[in-house]
């Protein structure tokens, strides 16, 4: 392969991370669900759980060319760095959306997951009973953290590495939102806040326990997905499918209180009642022509991922 080719590839795996970032941002969409449909998830899980012991007996044998080999060392830092950029870039309008055009965002969302399911669920060669009860399980499992009431953060900087532990086991499952995550440890709005007025002490703190939580969680991905491919990938959809409920457009937040402690959970309702309730009018066909854009942008990224491979890993393979 060529120096130009090679570099056109890494400009677009550079942009992918970034599709993955604006994805994580976004409470209700999860980053791993833009790698399946850019068909890089497994070579991002795989590269995540090579980062261990071994890679250090590889360092100290063969040096360190050969350990950065063995970790997919180019593939991990062009994608990290697409990641990094989008969410430090698009913070502020993410928070502006969500604020100020929240429907319009869900319903552009819900496009892209809607398609996701069908591009994920073509890949398993054959339906029986157990995926379909693996299916059934995923969509449960998301439909319950999406029902969950929010919480207000208890602060403090062990939480937050807590929060990053736990929310970045979600960001590299698809269907269920690294984001909404936070919000439900009442996260969120901190750690956004820490993003974009550059509070180091919270980002370290942060980052370490994402860290910390993708080691751990993501070799075991890495063997559901070599000895449990298709239903470890029903689960997958199934997760997608409950992940739809958190997508919908209209939604009111109801406070309730809870033995002298505030939540908040979300009520869908329809257009109207939604413009009553807010105050705010939201056209029902521009949220459908958003949902077709979200379904048009998957068929786009389909084909980009079908005609574009990993040049990393071709060099791996080399």
């Known amino acids: 392969m060529n120096n130009q080719s090679l570099l056109r590839q890494r400009f677009f795996l550079f942009l992918k991370g970034m599709a993955m970032g604006a994805a994580d941002s976004v409470p209700g969409v999860s980053g791993g669900t833009v790698a399946l449909i850019t068909n890089i998830y497994e070579d991002l ?9 071994h890679m250090l007996v590889v360092w100290k044998n063969d040096g360190i060319r050969e350990a950065w080999r063995y970790i997919n060392g180019n593939f991990l830092l062009t994608l990290g760095a697409g990641i990094l950029t989008a969410l430090l870039l698009l913070a502020n309008i993410i928070l502006d959306l969500m604020n100020d055009q929240l429907p319009y965002l869900l319903a552009f969302f819900a496009g892209l997951v809607t398609a996701s399911i069908h591009y994920v669920s073509a890949l398993i060669r054959k ?28 602060g403090g900087v062990v939480y937050y590495f807590f929060c990053g532990a736990i929310a970045i086991c979600a960001m590299i499952l698809p269907g269920i939102s690294g984001a909404f995550i936070l919000v439900l440890l009442g996260a969120y709005g901190p750690v956004l806040e820490a993003l974009t007025g550059f509070q180091w002490k919270v980002i370290l703190v942060f980052a370490a326990g994402c860290l910390s939580g993708l080691m751990l969680f993501s070799r075991l991905l890495s063997w559901l997905l070599h000895h449990h491919h298709e239903r470890t990938l029903a689960v997958l959809v199934g997760m997608l499918a409950g992940s739809l409920y958190l997508l919908w457009p209209w939604r009111v937040a109801l406070e309730i209180s809870l033995n002298d402690h505030a939540f908040t959970r979300y009520e869908h309702v329809l ?13 029902p066909w521009v949220c459908v022509g958003l949902f077709v854009m979200g379904i048009g942008l998957v068929l786009l990224l389909e084909n980009f991922a079908s005609a574009d491979e990993n040049p990393d890993q071709q060099d791996n393979q080399g």
Do not use: C, H, N
């Open 45 to 53: 899980v795989d590269a995540i759980q090579s980062i261990g012991p």
């Open 271 to 283: 257009p109207g009642t939604y413009t009553e309730v807010a105050g705010e009018a939201f056209s």
């Open 127 to 154: 339906w029986d009973m157990s995926k379909l009860a693996l299916l059934a399980a995923g969509a449960f499992l998301a439909l319950f953290l999406a029902l969950l009431p929010l919480r207000e953060s208890s």
